[in-house]
């Protein structure tokens, strides 16, 4: 094996395309986000494909540090507050050049949304507490058996407000 070839094998995502469409926005008061995800097999190699892997995270809006609002400190080391995951479990074996959709509703359980504390963000003149409308991004993966990584798709979607922001002044 020479090395291009194994720098090719290390970037392996098993020769297949994923694709992620949801709806443009959802309340965190649903209980689930409806999802329609479409693979398209390697073009000539059979793939088995065994989960889905979905993760949701707030973007933010700081354009200096991705999923930060602006003088926010990050409660995570990815500067994102909110992250949530789940595994869709399939039993998918695809043909070449086969493509296979499936209908996913990604859960949001009561309370799985952002709490007090990631609402908030802290500056010199006061406190503010984010309940108006957020932007996330949604995100599937699709790992390939006997492949190094997992293709993926994203989509960005915005989950509406129910009080809109909220400054609270310190002494």
Do not use: C
């Amino acid at each position: 094996m020479g090395f291009f070839d194994k720098i090719k094998k290390a970037f392996d995502t098993g020769g297949i395309k994923v694709e992620l469409e949801a709806p443009k926005s959802f309340d965190w008061g649903d209980q689930t986000i409806p999802t329609r995800v479409t693979i398209v097999g390697h073009e000539s190699e059979p793939r088995s494909i065994r989960s889905l892997s979905f993760t949701l995270k707030d973007e933010g809006d700081n354009k200096m540090a991705p999923g930060m609002r602006d003088k926010d400190r990050p409660s995570r080391p990815d500067g994102r507050r909110f992250s949530s995951s789940y595994e869709h479990l399939v039993a998918l074996e695809l043909g070449p050049g086969e493509t296979h959709t499936m209908e996913v509703g990604v859960p949001l359980s009561a309370g799985a949304g952002p709490g007090l504390l990631e609402r908030m963000s802290f500056g010199a003149d006061g406190a503010t507490l984010h309940f108006g409308t957020q932007w996330y991004v949604l995100s599937v993966s699709a790992p390939v058996e006997g492949a190094n990584m997992a293709r993926a798709d994203t989509t960005r979607l915005k989950a509406s407000g129910q009080l809109g922001d909220q400054r609270i002044a310190f002494g």
